[in-house]
């Protein structure tokens, strides 16, 4: 398909919705930080992520899908050898004392970003190259260990919002890829047993192995676990930052209270306004209205990756672009839910619309693959057509 025809076929709609979340994202960032001295500097420095996420986007939906998904096992290498180098040559990011980013001169990339859409890629090309053999016992069991590998790896920085991020879209899209029902029923059988039990233990007084599993941190069980379940237990300085997010949100009411006029941001009074809680100040500046309305675009935009992924003429672009809907999905559905008190307390960005540099460019590049799997379409949907008027 020559450049012109690409242009023509180019998903304009979906590359303005798009662009209208960054662009809002980046006025509530404004609002968000506009009383610290450095909150200019964050505004522009998500201006630059929103222009170069943008190139970015471009330049990938021009790249084959095919060729992409080919090249999976590369994609998988680049992500566990990033992944692996942040554990040891990484920097600091926060007063937390995690290691998540690279610096790249006067940048800093989070791998446990880019694992997202680097596991879309690995999983498609996995399954679209195995797909006569994915149900057999080996082939899966190799399967599920290489998505363990870069799950714990970034869980070890740690990040329990990404590692859950790249394990999730990796299940979802193994069963979208035709993974036996035996298998779904054996995993059910296991889970849900150990989430009753999880559960049980959680409500004990003193949880006698909650706190002794492997990859869970004292504070996500102390902080943000226990005090969900239990909030009768927890201190009034655990659960602050969530009864803040929600008295924001309902101080907002309608309409809201305007631009630069919300509490959060002239109190100063709720950490992460930028970008974990950045919900709440758009609940509370841009009333319930705006918090639908950027909901309904987030919808759109999942909805038009799913619609891409139904049209896809080839399995590869098909779970690719599904994979890309439900990690927005996803990531919009846990960022809300932890603003609004319906999940437990934890580190995950609103697509486009937190603060970010290296989550901006992670969604432009899915939402960029999407956009050409879309180009693909059209290129059969002309194939079909002029064929068939022969």
Not at 63 to 82: D, R
Not at 194 to 217: K, S, Y
Not at 243 to 254: D, T
Not at 335 to 362: K, Q
Request: hydrophobic residues 55%; charged residues 10%; contains cysteine.
């Amino acid at each position: 398909m020559d450049i012109k025809r690409k242009i023509l076929s180019f998903d304009y709609i979906l590359l303005i919705l798009v662009c209208a979340l960054s662009v809002f994202g980046i006025v509530v960032i404004g609002s968000a930080r506009h009383i610290y001295q450095f909150g200019f500097l964050e505004r522009q420095m998500q201006q630059l992520a929103f222009a170069s996420g943008l190139v970015l986007l471009i330049i990938t939906s021009f790249i084959s899908t095919k060729l992409i998904a080919k090249f999976f096992w590369l994609a998988y290498i680049i992500n566990i050898g990033l992944l692996v180098y942040v554990l040891f040559r990484g920097e600091t990011m926060d007063m937390a004392n995690v290691t998540r980013a690279i610096r790249v001169g006067p940048v800093s990339i989070q791998p446990s970003e880019f694992a997202k859409v680097f596991m879309i890629v690995y999983v498609a090309g996995f399954i679209n190259k195995f797909s006569d053999k994915l149900n057999n016992f080996f082939v899966i069991s190799g399967f599920i260990i290489s998505i363990i590998i870069p799950t714990v790896l970034v869980q070890l920085q740690p990040s329990m919002s990404a590692s859950l991020v790249v394990l999730s879209i990796s299940l979802i899209m193994i069963f979208l890829g035709g993974i036996s029902y035996k298998y779904i029923l054996g995993v059910v059988c296991i889970v849900v047993p150990l989430g009753a039990l999880f559960i049980t233990d959680v409500l004990r007084e003193v949880p006698m192995f909650v706190t002794r599993i492997p990859v869970l941190r004292n504070y996500h069980i102390q902080d943000r676990i226990i005090p969900f379940i239990r909030p009768e237990y927890a201190s009034p300085d655990v659960r602050r930052q969530t009864l803040q997010s929600v008295s924001a949100i309902g101080s907002g009411q309608l309409t809201g209270k305007g631009l630069f006029n919300g509490s959060v941001n002239q109190l100063n009074y709720l950490a992460a306004n930028h970008n974990d809680f950045i919900f709440a100040v758009i609940g509370e500046e841009f009333g319930f209205i705006g918090g639908v309305l950027v909901i309904l675009i987030l919808f759109l935009v999942i909805l038009k990756c799913m619609m891409i992924a139904y049209r896809a003429e080839t399995q590869a672009g098909r779970l690719i672009a599904s994979g890309v809907g439900f990690m927005l999905a996803f990531q919009t559905f846990v960022n809300i839910g932890v603003a609004t008190d319906i999940l437990p307390n934890t580190g995950m960005a609103l697509p486009f619309i937190s603060y970010g540099g290296s989550s901006m460019w992670v969604n432009m590049i899915a939402i960029g693959l999407v956009i050409g799997i879309g180009i693909s379409n059209k290129k059969e949907d002309t194939k079909t057509f002029l064929g068939g008027s022969k």
